[in-house]
């Protein structure tokens, strides 16, 4: 492939993952909503700790070589091949472990009723596994217009399945169905958007070939898992199923937000720095200038959402879910080093670095665990206090890890997040102080949330534009190519 021909179809392929993660995010957010209003706090703890154990086992089975056959320039018909049958194969074994563990894993929870939604999750795995090379394939081809269109269709009929037995009364089995419906429609979908039929060969030296990057890249999924989820397991462990249930919906809240903020950014970011990775100056230019946009559209929104989370969940989600508020308002703490670990995250995959990612990845499962762990005592929110420290804690080891890797300093990448930081923070007090009085005049609701939008916006643009006018100028400009829809390369001149 040419290079201004591959230069032309990575710029479109970006945007159609963006408006990939847009559009499934806002439409899986609100057939969230309708759920949430529908099911209980049990309903959602239990299926997030039934979910746990099949998120871990969905990496294992896939073991990073969907990864591996999207990446690889060597790629041909007989990888496909192997790397089909030996993914449907690890499906088939972790499905029937999981399967089997489950009483054990329920037990452990003390929550019999886990049991049964997890063996039925188990047994979805076989089936997804029978999708995820050819979809892999499908994006080695830039086919992310099909995978948007698929991931789109999957949602909405999942969801609409889920949402309609929920008010016929299924409780956590409405949860089930979705699953069950995305996964199943998702293996059409992807066999009919690649029609690829695989042989019966395994070539168990090519296996083996691959087999250190995508070794290496299912270890960072499924650690990255674990230290995401390892909260579930100690809530429900420790404290209660319900308790699971108000975490999840307070985590699933800040992900939409920063799901509409960071990786889109992060997605542009990492073909981007990826481009740009031999020239050390122009890495260096792209990855603090992607950072500091990311900085910009994320920062203020978690800050104001921290502010304002107890009217945001209990207008969209109900007044059952009012303890969720609190959670999310300590999760809201953690806006710096999200913004920043997500950023750096995205340059090591761009640079090939799969080992720094587990260093990092590993470093923060251990911590998750021995924190949450000695949180657990005191309560959710001490565990979601845990989950923030976590990230700050383990921050300036990844800052070191990237200077290392990269020459790039943390004084550069601080100054680069420190202007749309501090009007965040500049925000939020304006926000806190102003909440009563707005409150006062406009009442609860839509209207006080939309006053008080309307003066966040005004107030941290305004301390951006006149104190640090420079620097929107300097970071906004590399949105300009995108507006103007100018190809890739366009956008990698004006970033140098």
């Not at 200038?289 to 978690?302: C, K, V, Y």
Request: with cysteine.
């Amino acid at each position: 492939m040419e290079s201004s021909e591959l230069k032309h179809k990575t710029f479109h392929s970006v945007i159609w993952a963006v408006i990939r993660i847009g559009t499934s995010n806002g439409l899986g957010f609100i057939l969230f909503l309708v759920l949430a209003r529908v099911l209980s706090p049990r309903d959602f703890g239990v299926f997030a700790l039934a979910t746990l154990v099949v998120d871990i086992a969905r990496v294992i089975s896939t073991a990073g070589l969907s990864d591996a056959i999207t990446r690889d320039k060597a790629a041909d018909e007989v990888l496909a091949d192997t790397a089909f049958w030996a993914s449907l194969g690890l499906g088939c074994i972790v499905g029937v472990a999981a399967w089997m563990l489950a009483p054990v894993y329920a037990s452990f929870i003390e929550q019999p009723e886990i049991t049964s939604v997890l063996r039925w999750l188990a047994a979805l795995l076989p089936i997804s596994s029978l999708g995820s090379i050819h979809t892999a394939r499908k994006l080695r081809e830039f086919g992310h217009k099909a995978i948007a269109a698929r991931t789109i269709g999957c949602g909405a009929l999942g969801g609409g399945a889920a949402v309609a037995a929920a008010i016929a009364g299924f409780g956590v089995w409405s949860l089930v169905v979705q699953v069950a419906i995305i996964e199943t429609v998702g293996v059409i979908f992807a066999w009919q958007s690649y029609p690829w039929l695989p042989r019966l060969r395994f070539d168990i030296r090519r296996l083996v070939k691959v087999w250190t990057f995508s070794g290496a890249m299912m270890l960072v999924q499924l650690m990255f898992v674990l230290q995401m989820r390892i909260q579930d397991v100690v809530i429900g462990r420790f404290i209660s199923v319900p308790a699971v249930g108000s975490f999840r919906i307070a985590w699933r809240t800040f992900d939409m937000i920063t799901q509409m903020t960071v990786n889109p950014i992060v997605g542009v970011s990492f073909i981007t720095l990826a481009h740009v990775q031999d020239d050390a100056e122009r890495f260096r230019n792209a990855f603090l200038r992607m950072l500091g946009l990311s900085a910009m559209l994320t920062l203020p929104a978690i800050c104001g959402f921290g502010v304002l989370a107890g009217d945001v969940i209990v207008l969209l989600f109900g007044t059952k879910w009012a303890p969720s508020a609190e959670i999310a308002q300590v999760l809201a703490l953690m806006a710096l080093p999200f913004c920043m670990n997500s950023a750096l995250y995205s340059a090591f995959a761009a640079m090939g670095r799969p080992g720094c990612m587990t260093k990092s990845t590993v470093l923060q499962f251990a911590a998750a665990v021995i924190l949450s762990l000695l949180a657990a005592p005191f309560g959710v929110k001490w565990v979601a206090a845990a989950f923030v420290l976590r990230a700050f804690l383990t921050l300036p080891y990844h800052l070191v890890l990237f200077r290392r890797e990269t020459g790039i300093g943390m004084v550069a990448v601080m100054r680069s997040v420190m202007p749309p930081f501090l009007a965040s923070v500049a925000m939020a007090l304006a926000l806190w102080v102003a909440a009563p009085f707005i409150r006062d005049v406009a009442g609860d609701g839509i209207a006080f949330l939309a006053a008080a939008v309307v003066l966040g916006c005004g107030v941290y643009v305004s301390l951006l534009l006149l104190c640090a006018g420079g620097y929107v100028r300097s970071h906004a400009g590399v949105l300009l190519p995108l507006w103007r829809r100018q190809r890739l390369d366009t956008v990698l001149q004006e970033i140098h």
